[in-house]
């Protein structure tokens, strides 16, 4: 029998709301499945099971806010018997802060409309308030960029309740999105800044044979398949780290545990504030076409609000690049408990030296950011050579 | 397509891309992706609809020509009627 619990989605997060289960008991799972959808101040996140089998029993309610590591369901095992009864105390609601003298009221939210007159709201929560024939409009939205979630149509609820008593009705008013995000990044943040001895470094790679392969390869293409640097980039770098397995993994318990697989982070920033970082599975093994079309997957998903736990729980690197709208080079901060990140600036045309003459060269400055417990600057700075050795040669990525 | 239609199209998908820009005070002659900060991904993503949509292949030898609304909906159009 295995419980399927709520998981940690980064070293900051400490409890999620569950707001749908998308499977019910008695459902077969296979492994990698998603099957129910949790709320974290990153967003709506699809949570995955690694067990294979059938779902004896859900024992967390739509609604529920837990902790970390809270059993969200039971999952039988394939050749085990159906239990006959419920081995586990049901979850524990995490015990709702204090609540405040006044009540706070329902106001109309102008920020939150779409160009089209729409609500952004995350699709539990549009369903639970069309189920009980609520005004998105009329709700304080508490997601990124004001979307309204699952905990705000339940809060609405409970305030305009006719039946509700005062204690009820004063719900305490949430962070908004926004600063439950920035309160997470600077958790994560302080953390490695606090634990972590950072070592920096830098190194110019000169792309310009990269920028020219790519715009040959997308000349006689249709948009939909076209490649960007990005790609290019986040493969050299997969690439690269197969060398470097000291950049690669996570310090956990005073020791480094090195990953055998290479999933790397890729910060995206949100409109209107705030980033996450999530993986890309196997970076390194995936071709160019695929990686491109994960990556804009992933970066439309994210900006929608909606990713995979697995996604967000195990990158074992992270690359911060900075598009072509950028700064030159960015001194990156570790997300533990990486070991490991990579910048990548804004590339820009630059003076070149090439054969004693000077040139322009389409230039890219690379930098990284290590943890010194784990490894040192000269293996750091043949890292950075090897991924603009590659960067150099686009044909064997 | 008309030059209207075209204008209607290229805004509701650059809408659709920064859904929370005020289009109405969106100045034509300005670069639109500096003023509504589109990233490249963003960008390919409007290039892949408009694409879509109005029929142009776009190549990106004349993604300069889409940097402002008013010199997107000539190109757009112009390229539309060759087609």
């Given at each position: 029998m295995g419980l399927f619990r709520m998981p940690s989605l980064g070293a900051d997060m400490e409890a999620g709301t569950l707001v749908e289960w998308l499977k019910k008991a008695g459902d077969k799972v296979a492994s990698g499945d998603t099957i129910a959808v949790v709320e974290t101040q990153k967003g709506a996140i699809e949570i995955e099971t690694f067990e294979a089998g059938v779902i004896e029993r859900l024992m967390t309610e739509v609604g529920q806010t837990v902790p970390v590591g809270t059993p969200l369901a039971m999952i039988r095992v394939q050749g085990e018997k159906a239990l006959p009864e419920p081995q586990l105390a049901p979850a524990r609601a995490v015990p709702a802060p204090a609540a405040p003298s006044a009540p706070a009221p329902v106001r109309p939210v102008a920020?939150?409309?779409?160009?089209?007159g729409e609500i952004k709201a995350s699709p539990a929560a549009r369903k639970f308030a069309a189920e009980h024939g609520l005004d998105l409009a009329g709700i304080d939205g508490t997601g990124p960029e004001g979307a309204v979630l699952f905990v705000d149509v339940e809060a609405a609820l409970r305030r305009g309740a006719p039946a509700a008593g005062a204690a009820a009705a004063a719900e305490p008013k949430k962070p908004s999105g926004l600063e439950g995000m920035r309160a997470a990044i600077a958790a994560a943040m302080a953390r490695s800044k606090r634990e972590i001895p950072h070592y920096y470094l830098g190194h110019a790679a000169d792309i310009t044979a990269s920028l020219e392969w790519l715009a040959a390869r997308n000349a006689d293409r249709p948009p939909a398949d076209r490649l960007l640097y990005g790609a290019l980039l986040l493969k050299a770098v997969a690439t690269a780290l197969g060398q470097f397995p000291e950049f690669n993994g996570f310090y956990r318990d005073g020791r480094f545990e090195p990953s055998k697989s290479i999933h790397v982070g890729m910060a995206v920033a949100l409109r209107g504030g705030g980033l996450v970082a999530p993986a890309i599975h196997d970076t390194d093994r995936l071709p160019l076409d695929r990686l491109m079309g994960q990556m804009r997957d992933l970066a439309n998903r994210v900006r929608a609000g909606r990713f995979r736990s697995s996604e967000m729980a195990d990158p074992t690197v992270t690359l911060t690049s900075l598009g072509e709208r950028g700064a030159d080079w960015v001194m990156p901060v570790i997300y533990?408990?990486?070991?490991a990140i990579l910048g990548a600036g804004t590339p820009t045309a630059e003076p070149w030296v090439v054969e004693g003459r000077v040139v322009a060269r389409q230039v890219c400055h690379l930098t990284l950011g290590a943890d010194h417990r784990v490894s040192d600057g000269h293996r750091g700075a043949l890292l950075l050579r090897a991924i603009a050795d590659l960067l150099r040669s686009p044909e064997q990525l | 397509m008309n030059r209207d239609e075209v204008k209607a199209a290229l805004l509701q998908e650059i809408g659709n891309i920064a859904p929370e820009a005020d289009l109405s005070k969106l100045d034509p002659a300005a670069d639109f992706r500096e003023e509504l900060d589109i990233d490249s991904i963003g960008f390919l993503n409007l290039v892949i609809a408009l694409a879509e949509r109005l029929k142009v292949p776009i190549p990106e030898k004349d993604y300069g020509r889409l940097r402002t609304v008013d010199s997107a909906i000539g190109y757009l159009a112009a390229e539309g009627q060759r087609t």
């Open positions: 920020v939150t409309r779409l160009a089209a533990p408990p990486q070991v | -």
